[in-house]
């Protein structure tokens, strides 16, 4: 474990801890976007540069303002006067401690997991680029296809319904 | 402990803040930003695995990332446009008065 993991992974927990437990939602989608650099982060330290700026495009330049727009179209920008957590907040923290703990007892009882260290891998954009166009091209489509059915969708469900006659 | 056994632990630790989050927030907002969040942590996973794993050259992983991003942003734009028509709705986005359909 090294120094710059050490430091990465403190503050992206951190982060999303304070993400999901500040009271003001503006101060919550602010300490989400740190913890989504925290994975961009991640993933250059991991040799997958492309990943890591599409990370930084597409949440921190995108789903964060997205999130941003909501929350002033909601206006639930002020603190709410009751409580954040919802009633049955006991079961929900219990569930989720339940599922770290088996998740971490599995990881760390596997064997497979404990190889060497190898070199990192030699990977241009150019190599990610010619596999979309050959190897996954009908993915890519139909991500496309996702993506544009997803634009529409979003802007019939968020429109305004007609006055009724 | 080796690297890829940290980063398959950071990622379990982010799942379950995720999931905790998800679960017990009351603004339906909140609980998107939750599913967000455990959606990242799995794309980790596949990062880690793809970059100690036995055959890095073949892209899998960060194929699966990429894709996994676009489905992402896919499901953040549906899911806020839901909680906006919702809002118009009831006037709220507290998921505790959103309860018409309750048994």
């Known amino acids: 474990m090294t120094w710059p993991f050490t430091v990465i992974a403190v503050l992206t927990l951190a982060s999303a801890v304070a993400a999901m437990s500040l009271r003001n939602l503006v101060h919550c989608v602010l300490m989400l976007t740190v913890t989504f650099a925290g994975f961009a982060a991640f993933y250059l330290q991991l040799d997958a540069q492309f990943v890591g700026f599409a990370q930084v495009l597409v949440y921190i330049g995108a789903v964060a303002i997205l999130v941003v727009f909501a929350i002033l179209l909601t206006r639930s920008a002020e603190p709410p006067r009751q409580s954040i957590f919802s009633a049955t907040w006991v079961v929900g923290v219990g569930i989720a401690v339940i599922v770290f703990g088996l998740l971490s007892g599995l990881i760390l009882s596997s064997r497979a997991l404990t190889r060497a260290i190898r070199p990192p891998p030699e990977v241009s954009v150019r190599q990610i680029g010619d596999q979309l166009m050959a190897k996954f091209v009908l993915p890519l489509e139909v991500i496309g296809l996702l993506l544009t059915a997803a634009l529409i969708g979003a802007m019939i469900i968020a429109m305004h319904e007609k006055e009724h006659e | ?103």
Request: hydrophobic letters at 55%; glycine letters at 8%.
């Open chain 2, 1 to 103: 402990m080796t690297p890829l056994l940290c980063y398959l632990l950071v990622s379990a630790l982010l799942f379950a803040i995720g999931l905790a989050g998800a679960l017990t927030r009351r603004n339906a907002i909140m609980v998107l930003i939750g599913i967000e969040l455990m959606l990242n942590a799995a794309n980790l996973n596949f990062i880690a695995f793809w970059r100690y794993g036995p055959n890095p050259q073949a892209l899998t992983g960060v194929m699966f990332v990429i894709f996994s991003i676009a489905v992402g942003a896919a499901e953040a734009a549906v899911g806020l446009a839901l909680i906006i028509s919702i809002y118009r709705h009831y006037r709220t986005t507290n998921l505790d008065q959103i309860d018409s359909m309750k048994g």
